[in-house]
């Protein structure tokens, strides 16, 4: 499994799961990797859209990125539109037609846990669990769950089929949170379902059959018969605080535990360090598709 990243000039550069970074921004050159489409099956599980900007600190310039909820207007992709949080404080929609930002005014703090798009509409979750929807039209309504819960630290927004889903991470108290060891060993998640007629979200048991993969930019769902060697009801994500690497929740388990430790995913992670230049096979046609 691996991410393909297109760059501001074109240039494809492939990177690995749960991680924008790729082996050649370490400083690092390897033999390229020859990846035959004519033989191989792929699978496109999921697109990322984020938003890329600049800020300068002391006269030196820090790229960035921010997750944005991305709507397609026509087949072609050609016009968009685009809901996020930029250079102002609030919320803001781009419509490709119009090539210009408009403001949103709204109470929401400046970094949502999670925003995204579908059936139609725009969807931003908060800190605190409010849910804002955002139409086209740029009228917003706001909703909070039927159930409160005090104890979710993080949340995450995934699109499953029809469904879209709200996963949250939760511990008894932010001491819990706070510590990696705690986290790790009393840390669990819980998943609900939009429900749009009534604005709530209902929480459903577990995952189901379903494999849930948590990132800071784009979250996605699949089956095991796209990604076999992965097990049902259960969510792999990124170590909140950078010390674990890669981990993964199974509903019916206590706690969260490293992909390493669970022998069935040792093949998948980490991902091979050597990856740097890419290539890919089509037609009769070999291409470069990574310029470093």
């Known amino acids: 499994m691996f991410k393909l990243q297109e760059k501001e000039n074109g240039a494809l550069?492939?990177?690995?799961?749960?991680?924008?970074?790729?082996?050649?921004?370490r400083g690092v050159s390897y033999p390229s990797l020859l990846i035959d489409l004519l033989n191989s099956q792929v699978i496109e599980l999921v697109?990322?859209?984020?938003?890329?900007?600049?800020?300068?600190?002391?006269?030196?310039?820090?790229?960035?990125?921010?997750p944005i909820g991305f709507m397609q207007l026509d087949g072609e992709n050609k016009e968009f539109m685009v809901l996020g949080r930029l250079s102002f404080q609030g919320l803001g929609m781009y419509r490709s037609l119009e090539d210009r930002w408009t403001e949103i005014e709204t109470t929401s703090g400046p970094f949502p846990d999670g925003i995204t798009s579908f059936n139609g509409q725009f969807y931003v979750i908060d800190t605190?669990?409010?849910?804002?929807?955002?139409?086209?039209?740029?009228?917003?309504?706001?909703?909070?769950?039927?159930?409160?819960c005090d104890k979710t630290r993080r949340r995450w927004f995934v699109k499953a089929e029809d469904k879209l889903l709200l996963v949250e991470m939760c511990t008894d108290n932010l001491e819990e949170y706070?510590?990696?060891?705690?986290?790790?060993?009393?840390?669990?998640?819980?998943?609900?379902?939009?429900n749009e007629e009534s604005n709530d979200w209902i929480e459903t048991e577990d995952a189901g059959d379903r494999i849930l993969f948590l990132d800071n930019n784009c979250s996605f769902s699949c089956f095991p018969n796209q990604v076999p060697g992965f097990r049902p009801n259960s969510i792999i994500f990124k170590d909140i605080f950078g010390h674990y690497g890669p981990q993964v929740f199974e509903f019916g388990f206590q706690g969260f535990r490293s992909l390493g430790e669970i022998p069935e995913y040792c093949l998948f992670f980490p991902s091979p360090s050597w990856i740097s230049n890419v290539y890919y096979v089509s037609g009769h046609e070999t291409q470069d598709v990574l310029s470093d």
Request: glycine letters at 4%.
């Open 13 to 25: 550069a492939l990177q690995s799961l749960l991680n924008r970074r790729t082996s050649s921004q």
């Open 47 to 66: 697109q990322e859209h984020v938003a890329c900007y600049t800020n300068w600190w002391d006269g030196d310039p820090y790229k960035r990125e921010q």
């Open 128 to 148: 605190v669990g409010v849910t804002k929807v955002v139409k086209p039209t740029l009228e917003l309504n706001s909703f909070q769950p039927s159930k409160t």
């Open 178 to 194: 706070r510590r990696p060891h705690l986290l790790a060993e009393k840390g669990w998640f819980k998943v609900s379902e939009l």
